[in-house]
């Protein structure tokens, strides 16, 4: 607090827009914190977010209602920074930095700052090693790779929430740091008890901004959290994994913040640097050379299901694939890894790359059989078993409350295409049939093809 009082008091704010206030000042850098200090004698925190020659913007914290025009302004004369310890672990910080779940303070543990440029490329190291998450869709089709970043496009109202938490819990990685943007009470609630029932809160470090809390904190989420993830990357050598949700939310408040200013939008309202400033944030993933690794794993809704939506259109083009949830099922067509090949029959067993190409292209012909049976076309007995397969791949691979590690989920494959298919159907290598295709399913084939011989 002393410190605080020896700073330079700047009086008098010449305009209040919103949660935007702008007082006349020199020596201040962009980013920037203030400390606003209101005629009745509450305090809140800003950010300087624009510089105009000697004019200076700032986000308030928590809102610029009630602020009078005779507030006091003091410069921190830093940037925003955040606690970082190992005692961090199994806390819930807001967009702030401020804890929120009742535990004890941490006045005395370091503070890292936030933000920051991406890893020099000299440090990063080719993705090898894959994070197995036990959802069928993704480690057998779609497999995530430690330093990836990959998206969840979906729409409002899917459960892409349970997907993410889901793969919280039963991801494969040292540390989960988690930041949830614009939050619902709901949930947030059901990410702390998710993580709490699963046994991870203990590796687990949450960052929320629930959607009454002010629009400048949800902008700081990303940033705490991967501040935090590539300490604990490098320093720790953990293999980290950063849960987003919602980007869409990010980039709105973005768009929110831009108006307030007064920038010239883009396309739909959001500001040109819509792009640079998701890049920014997902170039944090990384794997560390003699270190940890990095990898996020976000949520992106798309408004009314558009793909050429400003947030996923730029982020496709960010990101190394995404993950498409529809109705409820990851979309086996819509859905693509850019690092499978780097993993898949290395990290995995050798016939995954076969299983992976026979399963999906029998879903395609299930896909189609249903379309002929839907207008009313004379079915084939191929396209029966082909009706039959889509029925039991929906049921066994595509459900997001599936839970198999890898193994058993390729076991389970071949178990499902014994049931629906003959060897000679399968169109696959034949010494991984001979070693891996169910030897009494195999068995009652070769039984029945010779008395159909015979007869």
Not at 104 to 111: I, S
Not at 252 to 273: C, H, N, S, T
Not at 381 to 392: A, I, N, Q, V, Y
Request: aromatic share 8%.
């Amino acid at each position: 607090m002393n410190q605080i009082n020896n700073l330079v008091r700047h009086t008098r704010l010449l305009e209040i827009v919103g949660d935007l206030i702008r007082v006349r000042a020199l020596g201040v850098a962009f980013g920037d914190l203030a400390m606003i200090e209101n005629i009745d004698g509450d305090q809140s925190l800003a950010k300087v977010v624009n510089l105009d020659r000697d004019i200076v913007s700032l986000q308030v914290f928590a809102g610029g209602k009630g602020l009078s025009t005779d507030a006091k302004v003091i410069f921190l004369g830093r940037a925003l920074d955040v606690v970082y310890s190992d005692n961090i672990l199994g806390r819930i910080f807001r967009g702030s930095g401020e804890a929120i779940d009742g535990g004890p303070e941490l006045p005395t543990d370091p503070r890292i700052p936030v933000g920051g440029p991406t890893v020099n490329p000299v440090m990063r190291v080719m993705p090898s090693r894959m994070i197995e998450t036990k959802v069928p869709m993704i480690d057998l089709f779609n497999c995530l790779v430690e330093s990836q970043k990959i998206p969840i496009f979906s729409v409002a109202g899917e459960p892409f929430n349970q997907l993410l938490a889901r793969i919280g819990f039963q991801a494969n990685a040292d540390v989960v740091v988690f930041g949830g943007m614009g939050l619902i009470f709901d949930d947030y609630h059901f990410f702390r008890t998710a993580f709490e029932n699963h046994g991870v809160f203990h590796r687990t470090v949450m960052f929320v901004n629930q959607a009454s809390d002010p629009l400048v904190e949800r902008m700081l989420v990303p940033d705490m959290a991967l501040a935090v993830a590539e300490k604990m990357a490098v320093e720790g050598k953990k293999r980290v994994l950063v849960l987003l949700t919602d980007m869409t939310a990010y980039a709105d408040a973005m768009k929110e913040l831009g108006v307030a200013q007064e920038l010239i939008p883009a396309v739909r309202g959001y500001m040109g640097d819509l792009y640079t400033q998701l890049a920014s944030r997902y170039e944090k993933a990384c794997d560390f050379k003699g270190a940890g690794s990095v990898t996020i794993l976000s949520v992106t809704t798309m408004p009314g299901d558009d793909v050429t939506h400003p947030v996923p259109d730029n982020t496709g083009y960010i990101t190394e694939g995404q993950f498409y949830l529809h109705n409820g099922f990851i979309d086996p067509f819509g859905s693509l890894s850019r690092l499978k090949q780097h993993v898949v029959g290395k990290a995995t067993r050798e016939d995954h790359s076969q299983i992976m190409n026979a399963m999906i292209r029998f879903y395609s012909g299930a896909v189609e059989a249903q379309k002929k049976q839907a207008m009313a076309f004379e079915l084939s007995p191929f396209d029966e078993k082909l009706l039959k397969f889509g029925r039991l791949f929906k049921e066994r691979f595509m459900d997001i409350d599936v839970s198999l590690p890898v193994i058993e989920a390729l076991d389970l494959c071949w178990l499902t295409l014994s049931e629906c298919f003959d060897p000679k159907e399968l169109l696959m290598k034949q010494n991984l049939i001979d070693k891996y295709f169910p030897k009494s399913a195999h068995s009652e084939a070769e039984e029945g093809e010779t008395v159909a011989q015979v007869a």
